[in-house]
Protein backbone atom coordinates (compact mmCIF):
# COMPACT_ATOMS: atom_id res chain seq x y z
CA UNK A 1 0.00 0.00 0.00
CA UNK A 2 1.21 3.21 -0.99
CA UNK A 3 2.20 5.73 1.80
CA UNK A 4 -0.24 8.27 0.56
CA UNK A 5 -3.13 6.19 0.87
CA UNK A 6 -1.84 5.04 4.17
CA UNK A 7 -2.13 8.61 5.66
CA UNK A 8 -5.06 9.51 3.55
CA UNK A 9 -7.06 6.11 5.64
CA UNK A 10 -5.19 7.09 8.96
CA UNK A 11 -6.46 10.91 8.73
CA UNK A 12 -10.05 9.35 7.98
CA UNK A 13 -10.01 7.27 11.42
CA UNK A 14 -9.36 10.38 13.40
CA UNK A 15 -12.72 12.46 11.87
CA UNK A 16 -15.02 9.41 13.38
CA UNK A 17 -13.58 6.79 14.79
CA UNK A 18 -17.04 4.85 15.40
CA UNK A 19 -17.72 4.81 12.10
CA UNK A 20 -14.81 4.30 10.17
CA UNK A 21 -13.02 1.94 12.04
CA UNK A 22 -14.57 -2.12 12.08
CA UNK A 23 -12.78 -4.98 12.77
CA UNK A 24 -13.96 -8.21 12.85
CA UNK A 25 -13.44 -11.65 13.71
CA UNK A 26 -15.42 -15.26 13.16
CA UNK A 27 -14.62 -18.83 14.28
CA UNK A 28 -16.63 -21.23 13.01
CA UNK A 29 -17.06 -24.90 13.95
CA UNK A 30 -14.59 -28.18 13.24
CA UNK A 31 -15.49 -31.41 13.83
CA UNK A 32 -14.36 -31.31 17.59
CA UNK A 33 -15.39 -28.95 20.45
CA UNK A 34 -13.52 -25.99 18.64
CA UNK A 35 -15.05 -22.30 20.39
CA UNK A 36 -17.60 -20.65 17.85
CA UNK A 37 -17.98 -16.89 18.27
CA UNK A 38 -17.44 -13.57 16.79
CA UNK A 39 -16.12 -10.02 17.99
CA UNK A 40 -16.18 -6.96 16.61
CA UNK A 41 -13.82 -3.65 17.94
CA UNK A 42 -15.06 -0.24 16.63
CA UNK A 43 -12.46 2.56 16.40
CA UNK A 44 -13.80 4.26 19.89
CA UNK A 45 -13.11 1.02 21.45
CA UNK A 46 -16.74 -0.55 21.49
CA UNK A 47 -16.74 -4.11 21.56
CA UNK A 48 -19.46 -6.89 20.81
CA UNK A 49 -18.82 -10.57 21.07
CA UNK A 50 -21.15 -13.09 20.33
CA UNK A 51 -20.60 -16.69 21.91
CA UNK A 52 -22.51 -19.09 19.89
CA UNK A 53 -21.21 -22.85 20.65
CA UNK A 54 -18.41 -24.17 22.81
CA UNK A 55 -17.60 -20.79 24.75
CA UNK A 56 -18.23 -20.14 28.50
CA UNK A 57 -20.02 -17.52 27.23
CA UNK A 58 -23.33 -17.97 25.02
CA UNK A 59 -25.01 -15.07 23.54
CA UNK A 60 -24.09 -11.15 23.16
CA UNK A 61 -21.50 -9.13 25.38
CA UNK A 62 -20.86 -5.37 24.76
CA UNK A 63 -17.92 -3.73 26.34
CA UNK A 64 -15.35 -1.56 25.97
CA UNK A 65 -11.57 -1.23 25.92
CA UNK A 66 -9.11 1.40 25.32
CA UNK A 67 -9.37 3.15 22.07
CA UNK A 68 -5.25 3.37 21.91
CA UNK A 69 -5.49 -0.31 22.03
CA UNK A 70 -7.62 -0.20 18.38
CA UNK A 71 -4.77 2.30 17.48
CA UNK A 72 -2.25 -0.47 17.90
CA UNK A 73 -4.10 -3.37 16.24
CA UNK A 74 -4.67 -0.35 13.07
CA UNK A 75 -0.93 -0.09 13.14
CA UNK A 76 -0.88 -4.01 12.91
CA UNK A 77 -3.61 -3.79 10.35
CA UNK A 78 -1.68 -1.38 8.01
CA UNK A 79 1.98 -2.71 8.75
CA UNK A 80 1.45 -6.26 7.86
CA UNK A 81 -0.20 -4.89 4.38
CA UNK A 82 -3.51 -6.56 4.89
CA UNK A 83 -5.62 -4.92 2.18
CA UNK A 84 -3.43 -6.54 -0.01
CA UNK A 85 -3.62 -10.20 1.40
CA UNK A 86 -5.84 -13.00 -0.59
CA UNK A 87 -9.47 -13.15 0.05
CA UNK A 88 -8.95 -16.74 0.96
CA UNK A 89 -6.86 -19.02 2.13
CA UNK A 90 -8.33 -22.64 2.25
CA UNK A 91 -5.57 -25.12 0.68
CA UNK A 92 -1.99 -25.41 -0.86
CA UNK A 93 -0.74 -25.45 -3.99
CA UNK A 94 2.48 -26.49 -5.43
CA UNK A 95 3.92 -28.07 -8.69
CA UNK A 96 5.68 -31.28 -8.73
CA UNK A 97 8.19 -32.44 -11.54
CA UNK A 98 7.05 -36.03 -12.74
CA UNK A 99 9.95 -38.74 -14.24
CA UNK A 100 8.84 -37.64 -18.07
CA UNK A 101 9.51 -34.07 -17.37
CA UNK A 102 5.65 -33.13 -16.98
CA UNK A 103 4.82 -31.21 -14.13
CA UNK A 104 1.67 -31.55 -12.03
CA UNK A 105 -0.34 -29.51 -9.53
CA UNK A 106 -0.44 -30.54 -6.38
CA UNK A 107 -3.36 -29.32 -4.08
CA UNK A 108 -3.32 -30.32 -0.34
CA UNK A 109 -6.63 -29.86 1.51
CA UNK A 110 -7.57 -30.40 5.01
CA UNK A 111 -11.04 -31.32 6.63
CA UNK A 112 -11.22 -29.99 10.57
CA UNK A 113 -10.11 -27.13 11.10
CA UNK A 114 -12.42 -24.18 12.10
CA UNK A 115 -12.60 -21.33 9.61
CA UNK A 116 -11.92 -17.57 10.42
CA UNK A 117 -13.23 -14.67 8.57
CA UNK A 118 -11.30 -11.21 9.43
CA UNK A 119 -13.26 -8.32 7.83
CA UNK A 120 -11.63 -4.42 8.20
CA UNK A 121 -13.21 -1.19 6.91
CA UNK A 122 -11.03 1.57 7.81
CA UNK A 123 -12.85 4.82 6.57
CA UNK A 124 -14.20 3.67 2.83
CA UNK A 125 -11.76 0.86 2.50
CA UNK A 126 -12.83 -2.68 3.57
CA UNK A 127 -11.59 -5.67 3.40
CA UNK A 128 -12.56 -9.31 4.16
CA UNK A 129 -10.20 -12.26 4.51
CA UNK A 130 -11.42 -16.08 5.11
CA UNK A 131 -8.48 -17.85 6.75
CA UNK A 132 -9.37 -21.76 6.59
CA UNK A 133 -6.21 -23.19 6.00
CA UNK A 134 -2.39 -21.87 5.00
CA UNK A 135 -2.83 -18.34 5.01
CA UNK A 136 0.76 -16.26 6.23
CA UNK A 137 1.82 -16.78 9.57
CA UNK A 138 0.79 -12.61 9.97
CA UNK A 139 -2.76 -13.38 9.93
CA UNK A 140 -2.42 -15.80 12.29
CA UNK A 141 -0.97 -13.37 14.31
CA UNK A 142 -3.43 -10.91 13.55
CA UNK A 143 -6.31 -13.11 14.48
CA UNK A 144 -4.59 -13.94 18.07
CA UNK A 145 -4.11 -9.99 18.31
CA UNK A 146 -7.82 -9.29 17.81
CA UNK A 147 -8.67 -11.88 20.34
CA UNK A 148 -6.02 -10.48 22.71
CA UNK A 149 -7.25 -6.97 22.03
CA UNK A 150 -10.61 -7.82 22.47
CA UNK A 151 -10.37 -9.56 25.57
CA UNK A 152 -12.25 -12.25 24.20
CA UNK A 153 -10.76 -14.93 26.68
CA UNK A 154 -12.46 -14.09 29.42
CA UNK A 155 -15.93 -15.16 27.12
CA UNK A 156 -14.41 -18.02 25.93
CA UNK A 157 -12.08 -20.08 28.34
CA UNK A 158 -14.77 -22.59 29.74
CA UNK A 159 -13.99 -22.71 33.69
Known sequence: MNIALTILLL???TQNQNDSVMISLQRTHCYGPCPVYSVTIWGNGRVEFIGYEFVNTIGKKTYSIASKSVDSLVQKIFAMNFFSLNNSYVDVRSLQKRPDGGVDTIITV??????????VKIGKIEKSVHDYYAGPKTLDELEREIDRIAKTSQWIVKK
Do not use: A, E, H, N
Open 110 to 119: VSDLPSKYIK
Open 11 to 13: LST
